[in-house]
Structure formats: C-alpha cells, structure tokens
C-alpha cells in the first residue's frame, strides 16, 4: 500500500443573540413593527456567516398623558405661570413624572368674564335711598353686588345732600 493523507479545513461558525432593553413613549418601532405593549420580543434572522441569530427586546412602555380642565374666572386666570385676560384654549406641555421621558400636555378650555363698575353723582335733599340704604350725609358711597357674568359689580355714588332749613316767620 500507498500511504494516503487527508486534509480537512473545517470552519465553524456559530449562531449568535443579543439582549437589549428599551424603554419608550407610547409604541416603539422594531424591525418593522410596531409595538405598543411592555413585554419580551424576539426577532429571528441569520446572521453575517449564515447562522441562526436571535435578538431578545425586553421592552418597557411608558404612556404619555394628558388631562383637560375647564374654568370660568373673573378678568384674568393663573395658569402654570402664565396669567391669562383672555378666554380661549390653551395647552400645556410638561415632563409625565410618572413615565420618564414621556411628556404629559394639560388643556385648559377658559372662558373669562370682566368686572363692571358705574359711578353716579346725586344731590338730594335731606335723604336719599340708594341699594335699599337711607343716606342723610353727603359722601362716596359704594355698593358691590354680582353682575350678570357672576363678577363683582361695583357702583359708586357720589352723593350730595342739601338741607332744608326749617324757619318760622312771626
């Protein structure tokens, strides 16, 4: 016999994994779809040798949100800083503290009504009855009630009073 040898040039390539964890807002994109749910996701392709790879998402969403309010305020309304005259609907975005990184948006829907104010100037004599009150000093006089918008009304009366004089002619 002959005397024989054998060559084997052997190349083993291996599967491969990976783990990552995500935290998001609201859905997360991966590989083409669209996730919405916190949970374990994997994806199976073959990697750059030709083998099995696995990729494993743990994945964490968190929710954005979002709170809507309505007032009704007097002639102007403090609102997260801002003070408002005017009524209107107006949004406010801010950092969700319960869901890093996630914003949370407030909506204010506001109606502002105004305050009114009359001034009246009067001269009477001896009396006068103004707002259900009997008035025999001259004076400012100011009456606060609510107007029609549920604001304070405010009237002022400047009144003036002239005596009569009694005489007696003999």
């Not at 990697?47 to 007097?74: K, P, Q």
């Not at 403090?78 to 009524?87: A, D, H, K, L, R």
């Amino acid at each position: 016999g002959c005397d024989s040898t054998a060559t084997l040039d052997l190349t083993i390539d291996y599967s491969s994994t990976s783990t990552l964890d995500t935290i998001a807002c609201n859905s997360y994109l991966w590989n083409d779809s669209i996730l919405e749910v916190s949970g374990t996701y994997t994806y199976s392709t073959i990697n750059l040798v030709g083998c099995d790879s696995t990729a494993y998402r743990y994945l964490t969403i968190h929710e954005s949100t979002e709170s809507f309010e309505t007032r009704t305020e007097c002639d102007s309304y403090i609102w997260n800083g801002t003070t408002y005259t005017q009524s209107g609907q107006y949004s406010y975005l801010m950092s969700n503290s319960n869901a890093e990184g996630c914003d949370s948006t407030a909506h204010l829907d506001l109606t502002i009504n105004n305050t009114s104010s009359s001034t009246e100037t009067r001269t009477e004599c001896d009396s006068y009855t103004w707002n259900g009150t009997n008035y025999t000093q001259s004076g400012i006089y100011i009456y606060v009630t609510l107007n029609p918008a549920g604001c304070d009304s405010t009237a002022t009366l400047d009144l003036t009073i002239n005596n009569t004089s009694s005489s007696t002619e003999t």
